[in-house]
């Protein structure tokens, strides 16, 4: 009988062959390169033909590459069970899981599929929106006319919308969550980004959104009403602080000012959340103590100058945090900087134990060297700086 890496790749070649492969993600990289982290692999319809797309995901960089199927089969039968050590295969009928290990047997396990099987994207076709245009509970936001244009005040909006839509796709698939998913939104204000969480999982996941202003509670919840959301998708008033969470996987929390991000992170780190993702802004906690390395305090003399390395040093503790929490942490641009100043999105993945010693070290020095002594996260998280 074929071991368990046989019977997977043959389970990936029958996948590729009848178009029934909806993604393949390679993990627990051993190979030689020290920024790799993961592959992840699609089916694509070019305009010479079906290709497999390879998403090369590193430390700080992302590296795609397309292949026709008699290409990429043996390329990734040299990765699978070699390089990568996890392999988790994700069809129209099942998913397979491979776990190996350097020094004995593999196993596996396969499973019926609970996901229905999305059309192959074709890249030489104009991109659609994540989240369409013409969706009635945009028009009831404000955010489009009656033809399903953006209004003009609301065109930046518009985008930040699509673009975090396609953001949340990319993150949803690098998860092994299934319905049902548990997502709060902390401090959803006027709920455009709830709603599009919402319309983006559907019916297998349920959406709750936090937000301290009653009257903008109300207002989410006659669209969410009106529009054919409930009960998938509900408002809550209430303060980021304030609110218990437990049974969660996903966290999210966008523009929630100073520590206010800090609060919502702890919050998901302790409720187990499998994704969080913040959009942090207003980043004042350090500010006051932010002390210049001798090489820096000529520059920093600049209010403008402080204020954006406070913001480095607030978010770059974060994303560290966050990884010593035990998350794979990416922090990229949001939208262009045209549309908002409040641009950075950190995102943070379940992947790892908490605590490593190492990664805690290099956090107290990265602090020390600014002279900083208090982080909100770091206290919630309960990893003193000094």
């Not at 809550?236 to 520590?259: P, R």
Request: aromatic content about 6%.
């Amino acid at each position: 009988m074929a071991d368990a890496r046989e019977r997977f790749l043959a389970l990936l070649r029958a996948a590729v062959a009848d178009g029934g492969l909806i993604k393949l993600t390679l993990g627990r990289y051993r190979g030689a390169d020290p920024t790799l982290r993961n592959l992840f692999v699609r089916a694509v319809a070019l305009k010479r033909g079906p290709h497999l797309s390879f998403l090369w995901r590193h430390a700080t960089r992302d590296v795609t590459k397309n292949h026709r199927p008699d290409e990429a089969l043996p390329l990734l039968a040299a990765l699978i069970g070699a390089d990568f050590l996890d392999a988790h295969l994700f069809t129209a009928a099942q998913t397979a899981q491979l776990e190996s290990t350097p020094e004995g047997p593999a196993r596996l396990k396969v499973t019926a599929a609970r996901r229905p099987a999305p059309v192959p994207a074709a890249h030489d076709q104009p991109k659609a929106h994540p989240i369409a245009a013409d969706a009635p509970w945009l028009r009831a936001l404000g955010v489009t006319n009656a033809h399903g244009q953006p209004q003009e005040a609301m065109a930046g909006k518009f985008r930040q919308i699509q673009k975090f839509a396609e953001l949340l796709q990319h993150l949803m698939a690098e998860t092994s969550l299934a319905a049902p998913i548990e997502v709060v939104d902390m401090g959803s204000g006027k709920g455009y980004l709830t709603f599009a969480v919402s319309a983006l999982l559907g019916a297998g996941a349920h959406v709750r959104g936090i937000e301290a202003r009653p009257e903008l509670v109300e207002l989410c919840r006659r669209a969410a009403a009106e529009h054919g959301f409930a009960p998938q998708l509900e408002f809550s008033a209430g303060t980021i602080a304030e609110t218990e969470l437990e049974n969660l996987d996903v966290l999210i929390a966008l523009h929630a000012c100073d520590t206010a991000t800090d609060d919502a992170l702890a919050k998901g780190i302790a409720a187990g959340a499998t994704l969080i993702v913040v959009a942090p802004c207003c980043q004042k906690e350090l500010r006051p103590q932010l002390t210049a390395p001798p090489v820096l305090a000529g520059a920093l003399r600049h209010g403008i100058f402080q204020e954006r390395q406070a913001e480095f040093v607030t978010d770059s503790l974060r994303a560290e945090l966050l990884e010593w929490a035990g998350y794979r942490t990416r922090v990229v641009e949001f939208v262009s900087t045209e549309h908002t100043a409040k641009n950075l999105l950190i995102s943070a993945v379940k992947a790892h134990p908490r605590g490593d010693p190492a990664r805690a070290a290099r956090i107290r020095e990265l602090a020390a060297f600014y002279g900083i002594r208090r982080h909100a996260l770091a206290r919630q998280l309960g990893l003193l700086l000094v």
